[in-house]
Nanobody, 117 residues
């Protein structure tokens, strides 16, 4: 059984930073593309960033340069370091694990990030 558990969300002021963590159980971590998606109120879920098992990263254009995704293959954790946060970054952030050429996807329950003064 695959479980993805996010942590690290919360309230932060504009310009601040947060680090999200996603702990993955099961055998998925080593073979999955691990990623972060987000969904703002009234909007569709969108890719933030993902990282392959060999460390290749991909970012959404609006996040590149501010966000950094990384993975720890010993701890089975994927991180999202978010800097220079803006109010428009407010969303529920979801951890994703994708296998079988991204055709099978597993999701965490999400963690809320609120950027507000």
């Amino acid at each position: 059984q695959v479980q993805l558990v996010e942590s690290g969300g919360g309230l932060v002021q504009p310009g601040g930073s947060l680090r999200l963590s996603c702990a993955a159980s099961g055998s998925i971590f080593r073979r999955a593309v691990m990623g972060w998606y987000r969904q703002a109120l009234g909007k569709q879920r969108e890719l933030v960033a993902d990282i392959t098992s060999d460390g290749t990263t991909r970012y959404a254009d609006s996040m590149e340069g501010r966000f950094t995704i990384s993975r720890d293959s010993v701890k089975n954790v994927v991180y999202l370091q978010m800097n220079s946060l803006k109010p428009e970054d407010t969303a529920v952030y979801y951890c994703n694990g994708a296998v079988a050429n991204r055709q099978v996807n597993y999701w965490g329950k999400g963690t809320l990030v609120t950027v507000s003064s």
